[in-house]
């Protein structure tokens, strides 16, 4: 089975936590696309979803879904996202995709997060795969010189700026040992508008396809 197949059958193993007449968080990525593709074949069952980035938008208009605003919506039941990352306690790293914000904002916002990720993405300790952090243009520089401070080898990911119009660097070489403190650390630099740690608020369910199905870590 391939690393894409896996994606598809999590992304559809996640229709179980959608409820009926409920708004869905929607996340990004490519896991995200094919749950979005599986949820156009229940969307008569929901009130509509609201999306993570443009990107996502843009799909589930594409499949008829209504899209709404999260200032127009009161309650998210569930949102189902991807990740770049996870460990055994469902701390993440997102942001692969550049939208950590807009994730982050909408998992905050939802009562539960199901996380749908192929089995690579879980291990033991988080960093391997470079650490998003959203800043505002002008502070870029500033930024990166206090990443360095704290042991963190930043790269700007040029010709990228995120839907907020914002700019990402990814931060390289880290050894996540301690995600609730690194997430806040992180938080607290000037000009950091969020990190692609999701730690402070985690995932509720990671749902992982493998070659033997599909595993429910909660
Ligand atoms: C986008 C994300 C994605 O969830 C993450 O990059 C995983 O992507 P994929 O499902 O394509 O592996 O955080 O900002």
Redesign the pocket.
């Known amino acids: 089975m391939t690393q894409d197949e896996m ?1 598809k059958m999590v992304a559809h193993a996640a229709l179980e936590y959608v409820e009926a007449g409920a708004i869905i968080g929607v ?7 094919h749950f979005i593709d599986a949820l156009a074949g229940i969307k008569h069952k929901i009130d509509g979803t609201v999306a ?2 443009e990107a996502t938008a843009e799909r589930l208009r594409g499949h008829g879904i209504a899209v709404f605003e999260l200032n127009e919506v009161n309650d998210i039941p569930v949102y189902v ?4 990352e996870s460990n055994q306690y469902l701390h ?9 914000t807009r ?1 982050k904002i909408i998992a905050a916002a939802s009562d539960k997060f199901i996380c ?3 089995e690579s ?1 879980l291990v033991d300790v988080m960093g391997t795969f470079p650490l ?1 952090v959203e800043v505002i243009p002008m502070a870029r520089s500033y930024v990166a010189r206090e990443i360095v401070k704290i042991g963190g080898q930043p790269v700007w990911r040029e010709d990228f700026i995120t839907d907020n119009g914002n700019q990402i660097i990814d931060i390289q070489n880290l050894s996540v040992m301690d995600p609730v403190k690194l997430e806040a650390q992180l938080n607290n630099i000037v000009g950091v508008v969020t990190n ?1 740690l999701f730690a402070i608020r985690p995932a509720d369910v990671l749902l992982l396809g493998s070659e033997n199905g599909v595993k429910t870590i909660t």
């Open positions: 994606k996340g990004t990525g490519s896991t995200a696309n993570s980035s996202d991807g990740a770049d993440l790293i997102k942001g692969g995709g550049g939208a950590l994730e749908v990720a192929d993405k998003p692609g």
